[in-house]
């Protein structure tokens, strides 16, 4: 049983006003891939390093299995960690870098070679056990360290942004492979990156931190079509999603005399009479061919091949527009056909089906049409 729970747990470092993560209160099953993605500074790496045993819990609790580890040394937690910077040693080949910690640990040396051979063979690195880490590429170092995580058989896997420092081809090839890997061993892992493309589409949940305090912990699907508050709304989705602000309507809303259908009921506007925040994602938004909606003028026209990309300015509030620019504007991005024809300063009207707009107070933030 390594399940993982976080039970109010809070890290506050010495000197500082306010704590470096903030009450987490976070579940995470038996060999569930979690990921903690948010901004820098947001308390990922801390939190993950709370459960490594690196960092001390000012208050709450953190429990493997049944089995309170809040202050158990780092050594008697049966995790394994695996670093940004590898962490190998230099001087030893691969195969004396990952059976390293089963030998530190008392292992026979039979145990600790088939071990790292079965690692090995799993990871694709039987052919590189008797170089040494300067021999072999980004890549393969962090496959070692992966290895030498492995062969421990820990209860829990700790990756603390490990692949940061690839190059963006090599992050995604390999970030396949941790996936895929994690789920053949099925050990329950944790995973702290602040990059939310890689959060999507490696991790079964993700956690979404700001200022140390949890925001939401949901499915990468769920996340991205039922953001709780304006901060995962634009965290989270590449691109991110268009924020109009606008004001509540009998009918629905207006953004600078444009009316836009909403999904909101009564019960859900009540209190919130005033400013609203709407969220359209890119593919959300329709290109009008009858001049209907809200007006863009194009600033940039990205072909990608099976999609295209309009990069350009609302009129969200513009006195005056001159060298395709709106004062007073808001940025946003559509996702438009590939190979349609639309120029740099031009003007298209963008409309969206009331389901697929997204609804928040623009002063708290919190979404008003949660389901």
Same mark, same amino acid.
């Given at each position: $049983?390594?399940?993982?729970?976080?039970?109010?747990?809070?890290?506050?470092?010495?000197? *500082?006003?306010?704590?470096?993560?903030?009450?987490?209160?976070?579940?995470?099953?038996?060999?569930?891939?979690?990921?903690?993605?948010?901004?820098?500074?947001?308390? #990922?790496?801390?939190?993950?390093?709370?459960?490594?045993?690196?960092?001390?819990? *000012?208050?709450?609790?953190?429990?493997?299995? &049944?089995?309170?580890?809040?202050?158990?040394?780092?050594?008697? %937690?049966?995790?394994?960690?695996?670093?940004?910077?590898?962490?190998?040693? !230099?001087?030893?080949?691969?195969?004396?870098?990952?059976?390293?910690?089963?030998?530190?640990?008392?292992?026979? #040396?039979?145990?600790?070679?088939?071990?790292?051979?079965?690692?090995?063979?799993?990871?694709?690195?039987?052919?590189?056990? @008797?170089?040494? !880490?300067?021999? $072999?590429?980004?890549?393969? %170092?962090?496959?070692?360290?992966?290895?030498?995580?492995?062969?421990?058989? =820990?209860?829990?896997?700790? $990756?603390?942004?490990?692949?940061?420092?690839?190059?963006?081809?090599?992050?995604?090839?390999?970030?396949?492979?941790?996936?895929?890997?994690?789920? %053949?061993?099925?050990?329950?892992?944790?995973?702290?990156?602040?990059?939310?493309?890689?959060?999507?589409? $490696?991790?079964?949940?993700?956690?979404?931190? #700001? &200022?140390?305090?949890?925001?939401?912990?949901?499915?990468?699907?769920?996340?991205?079509?039922?953001?709780?508050?304006?901060?995962?709304?634009?965290?989270?989705?590449? =691109?991110?999603?268009?924020?109009?602000?606008?004001?509540?309507?009998?009918?629905?809303?207006?953004?600078?005399?444009?009316?836009?259908?909403?999904?909101?009921?009564?019960?859900?506007?009540?209190?919130?009479?005033?400013?609203?925040?709407?969220?359209?994602?890119?593919?959300?938004?329709?290109?009008?061919?009858?001049?209907? @909606?809200? !007006?863009?003028?194009?600033?940039?026209?990205?072909?990608?091949?099976?999609?295209?990309?309009?990069?350009?300015?609302?009129?969200?509030?513009?006195?005056?527009?001159?060298?395709?620019?709106?004062?007073?504007?808001?940025?946003?991005?559509?996702?438009?056909?590939?190979?349609? &024809?639309?120029?740099?300063? *031009?003007?298209?009207?963008?409309? *969206?089906? !009331?389901?697929?707009?997204?609804?928040?107070?623009?002063?708290?933030?919190?979404?008003?049409?949660?389901?």
């Amino acid at each position: $049983m390594s399940t993982v729970s976080f039970r109010n747990a809070s890290c506050a470092y010495p000197g *500082s006003t306010t704590p470096a993560v903030d009450s987490l209160d976070l579940e995470i099953g038996d060999g569930e891939f979690m990921v903690l993605v948010g901004p820098s500074g947001c308390g #990922k790496s801390t939190s993950l390093r709370m459960l490594a045993g690196l960092e001390a819990v *000012s208050s709450g609790e953190i429990l493997i299995g &049944d089995r309170d580890v809040t202050d158990v040394a780092p050594k008697d %937690r049966d995790i394994a960690m695996v670093f940004q910077n590898y962490a190998l040693y !230099p001087h030893m080949t691969v195969a004396d870098n990952m059976g390293f910690a089963l030998k530190m640990a008392g292992a026979p #040396k039979d145990e600790r070679e088939r071990r790292v051979r079965d690692a090995a063979e799993l990871l694709g690195l039987t052919e590189f056990l @008797g170089r040494k !880490p300067k021999a $072999m590429s980004g890549g393969q %170092r962090q496959r070692v360290a992966m290895g030498r995580a492995i062969v421990r058989n =820990p209860q829990v896997f700790c $990756m603390d942004e490990p692949l940061s420092n690839l190059d963006a081809k090599l992050r995604v090839s390999t970030r396949t492979q941790i996936a895929s890997l994690q789920q %053949r061993l099925g050990v329950t892992t944790v995973y702290v990156t602040h990059d939310q493309v890689e959060a999507m589409t $490696m991790g079964d949940r993700v956690a979404v931190l #700001k &200022d140390g305090l949890l925001q939401q912990a949901d499915t990468p699907l769920g996340l991205y079509d039922n953001p709780v508050n304006l901060f995962v709304a634009g965290f989270i989705g590449s =691109p991110a999603m268009n924020l109009l602000e606008g004001e509540l309507t009998e009918k629905g809303a207006v953004v600078n005399g444009h009316e836009i259908g909403l999904p909101v009921t009564a019960a859900d506007r009540k209190g919130h009479d005033g400013s609203v925040t709407l969220g359209i994602r890119p593919e959300r938004f329709r290109v009008s061919d009858d001049g209907q @909606g809200i !007006p863009v003028i194009v600033s940039v026209v990205e072909e990608l091949g099976a999609d295209a990309y309009l990069y350009g300015v609302a009129d969200t509030g513009a006195e005056s527009a001159k060298e395709g620019a709106l004062t007073g504007g808001t940025d946003v991005v559509i996702r438009v056909e590939a190979r349609r &024809d639309f120029e740099r300063g *031009s003007t298209v009207h963008v409309t *969206s089906d !009331p389901e697929y707009v997204h609804v928040f107070a623009t002063e708290s933030g919190e979404r008003l049409d949660a389901a």
